[in-house]
T-cell receptor, first 111, second 115 residues
Framework: GQQVMQIPQYQHVQEGEDFTTYCNSS?????IQWYKQRPGGHPVFLIQ?????EVKKQKRLTFQFGEAKKNSSLHITATQTTDVGTYFC???????????FGAGTILRVKS | NAGVMQNPRHLVRRRGQEARLRCSPM?????VYWYRQLPEEGLKFMVY????????ESGMPKERFSAEFPKEGPSILRIQQVVRGDSAAYFC?????????????FGQGTRLTVV
């Protein structure tokens, strides 16, 4: 079945450093979505990418969808303590309805 | 439009008891997902349901676990004869696949503790 892998599993950064998490699917995706879960909270939708090679920005966050629509990345510039949490990618297979999540990357920011 | 509602938020069960977790999707949503999360870990897919149908239960243990999403009422995740290893946060998400591919909206989760 479809698998979505995410790396790294954990990332500890100093406040002000950049952070990137990568997402790879075993199959072509119709879309890629990113979610953030604060400690003790529930996942909240951040953004969706649909087009091959698409890049979207939200303030210090940059999201990319690969040309082959099988990988994606989330990059945070100059991390802040408010960025702490777990970042998940998720995607729909091109031929299916099920939304498959990656295992997530836990981000910790030291001030 | 209320969000995804899960109850209870916290549930304590003794080993061998049954745990019943409820999820009311957002109004108009007919797709429900259940995920399990251990502390400091990611979301593990359990089951995907549409109204009255189980679409994919490949992530759900074949024994003791069951899920349903009836025509009327919330989706239910049932765990029979709970064991300590069932202690986790269980999240429900709902979506509606009409038009553009939509995002999933999560409930606050049910934290199950088995003592």
């Amino acid at each position: 079945g479809q698998q979505v892998m995410q790396i790294p599993q954990y990332q500890h950064v100093q406040e002000g450093e950049d952070f990137t998490t990568y997402c790879n699917s075993s199959t072509t995706l119709s879309n890629i979505q990113w979610y953030k879960q604060r400690p003790g909270g529930h996942p909240v939708f951040l953004i969706q990418l649909v087009k091959s090679g698409e890049v979207k920005k939200q303030k210090r966050l940059t999201f990319q969808f690969g040309e082959a629509k099988k990988n994606s990345s989330l990059h945070i510039t100059a991390t802040q303590t408010t960025d702490v949490g777990t970042y998940f990618c998720a995607g729909h297979q091109s031929s299916g309805n099920k939304l498959v999540f990656g295992a997530g990357t836990i981000l910790r920011v030291k001030s | 439009n209320a969000g995804v509602m899960q109850n209870p938020r916290h549930l304590v069960r003794r080993r061998g008891q049954e745990a019943r977790l409820r999820c009311s999707p957002m109004k108009g949503h007919s797709h429900v997902y259940w995920y399990r999360q251990l502390p400091e870990e990611g979301l593990k897919f359990m089951v995907y349901l549409q109204k009255e149908n189980i679409i994919d239960e490949s992530g759900m243990p074949k024994e003791r676990f069951s899920a349903e999403f009836p025509k009327e009422g919330p989706s239910i995740l049932r765990i029979q004869q709970v064991v300590r290893g069932d202690s986790a946060a269980y999240f429900c998400a709902s979506s509606e696949r009409q038009g553009a591919v939509p995002e999933a909206f999560f409930g606050q989760g049910t934290r199950l503790t088995v003592v």
